[in-house]
């Protein structure tokens, strides 16, 4: 158990007059106590242990609180094991651990066509019988699944979870089975937040000038602690962080901005799941940071997914975040962004002189819905943006904008004079095109003015359905105070 910190552990009990006496009341207490003691002990007991001597497959299923949500609208297997298939306001999940190939199964309400499995270079192809739907993963995976006329349903396959000691004096261990409130969580150097798969943390996360902060495990954070629009609150926020970590849990309900990093260097994410719906639910916000590496994540936004900013946040204590931005890293990664939002945005807040050698490399953009765009950098401050790389980008769907790089004055400038952007490339871009598209999706290059400006952008092996791009009509490209747009 965990001595030093406080919260809640929800509980539901039925029936008013059940207890009578305070006697009566401890001796209660202490039954359920035991009986949950036991309860989650068991489930840990039942959880299968990878066996490297055989090449039979695992499955490990995750134990969740009873008081959560549970999908009207799906049910799934995993090798015959029933897995809870969480409900949100976004879009359902389903999560477990796995080691080698796994049979899934899932057992839809209706069915009205039109299955799709995303990422597509997954190649994996669906078996349908009426209401069911079967395939096989490889192993640890992370898929959404698209059926028409309901949302989609993510599935999270980890590895095989190792749980740490909560003996450990630096660890703050969270078991599965339960639902902990604990508000606003703050860490310290040199330690470990774990939240167990099936466990749920509701609340939200800081760190403030500290190293070695280590946030695991493929438990569930809730940001539905707070009230949108009255307490919102950033689900992860670390300030002026070095050398840590955030990796491999689920986030959900997020009342603003989802993991932020402000003024930190050396940061790794990785295999982080998210499912945000309300407007400003960016995915990552890395504000005025430097050697930072997104990884192997999905993220599902109701706005930016990434978003690389410098700025000062004057909500509720003021934190200067204006820095410059570099060597910021975002590989093998799935998005999905909603309301307006871009799938990767420079932008828009960029009050600092220099943002240099942003790449994104290897991702698949499956969605950018309503007005936003794939290709994002909005410079609305003074920054000069130099060295932009996006390589190995496949793009499954998008309607409004596919490019979007412009030097701009917004209400969100704060700066008295403009900045520029230069040394751009597109490199190895797949793009699917859709009847939708045509009419209604452009993409644009604009500066300012004559002085400041967007120049020495080049696409390599851009590609439209398969065909090289080679022109900027091709594109429905607008272009205005840029110069040496090139096509090889």
Not at 138 to 144: E, M, N, Q
Not at 192 to 221: D, M, W
Not at 393 to 414: A, G, M
């Amino acid at each position: 158990m965990i001595m030093s910190l406080k919260f809640k552990i929800l509980s539901k009990m039925r029936g008013k007059n059940s207890i009578r006496t305070k006697g009566l009341n401890c001796v209660f207490l202490v039954l359920i106590v035991l009986s949950t003691s036991a309860l989650v002990a068991k489930s840990h007991s039942n959880i299968p242990k990878a066996d490297t001597s055989k090449n039979e497959s695992v499955v490990q299923v995750y134990t969740y609180p009873r008081f959560c949500p549970e999908s009207k609208r799906f049910k799934l297997k995993a090798n015959g094991k029933e897995i809870f298939v969480y409900h949100t306001s976004a879009d359902p999940f389903a999560a477990f651990s796995c080691d080698g190939e796994v049979e899934i199964e899932i057992e839809m309400l209706n069915n009205e066509g039109g299955i799709s499995i995303n990422p597509i270079k997954e190649n994996i192809i669906p078996k349908i019988e009426g209401k069911f739907i079967r395939f096989k993963i490889p192993g640890p995976i992370k898929l959404a699944i698209e059926v028409a006329g309901v949302p989609q349903l993510f599935l999270y396959a980890n590895p095989i979870e190792s749980v740490p000691s909560a003996n450990d004096p630096n660890i703050k261990l969270f078991r599965a089975g339960q639902i902990y409130e604990v508000g606003e969580l703050n860490l310290k150097e040199n330690e470990t937040l774990y939240i167990e798969g099936g466990a749920v943390l509701r609340g939200c996360i800081r760190a403030k000038s500290a190293k070695n902060i280590h946030i695991n495990g493929f438990g569930v954070l809730d940001g539905g602690y707070y009230d949108r629009g009255k307490d919102s609150h950033r689900s992860i926020l670390f300030a002026e962080c070095q050398n840590s970590i955030i990796e491999n849990i689920i986030m959900i309900e997020p009342t603003s901005w989802m993991i932020v990093l402000g003024a930190c260097e050396n940061i790794t994410i990785k295999n982080v799941k998210e499912l945000g719906k309300v407007m400003g639910s960016d995915g990552a916000d890395l504000v005025g940071c430097q050697n930072i590496k997104i990884e192997n994540c999905m993220f599902r936004n109701g706005d930016d997914c990434i978003a690389i900013k410098s700025m000062v946040f004057r909500r509720r204590d003021n934190q200067d975040f204006a820095k410059n931005i570099e060597n910021i890293e975002i590989t093998n990664c799935s998005f999905i962004a909603y309301n307006g939002g871009q799938a990767m945005e420079i932008g828009h807040e960029l009050r600092t002189p220099s943002v240099n050698n942003i790449r994104f490399t290897n991702c698949d953009i499956l969605g950018v819905h309503d007005q936003g765009g794939v290709f994002g950098i909005h410079n609305c401050d003074r920054a000069i943006i130099s060295n932009v790389l996006y390589e190995n980008i496949r793009v499954e769907h998008f309607y409004n904008k596919l490019i979007d790089f412009r030097i701009i004055k917004s209400r969100w400038t704060e700066d008295s004079i403009r900045g520029s952007a230069k040394n751009i490339t597109l490199k190895n871009i797949d793009v699917k095109v859709s009847e939708y598209n045509e009419g209604y999706s452009i993409s644009l290059i604009g500066g300012y003015d004559a002085k400041h400006t967007i120049e020495n952008v080049v696409f390599d092996n851009f590609r439209l359905n398969g065909i090289k791009v080679q022109n900027a009509d091709q594109l429905d490209l607008y272009i205005k105070q840029a110069s040496k747009i090139s096509f090889k």
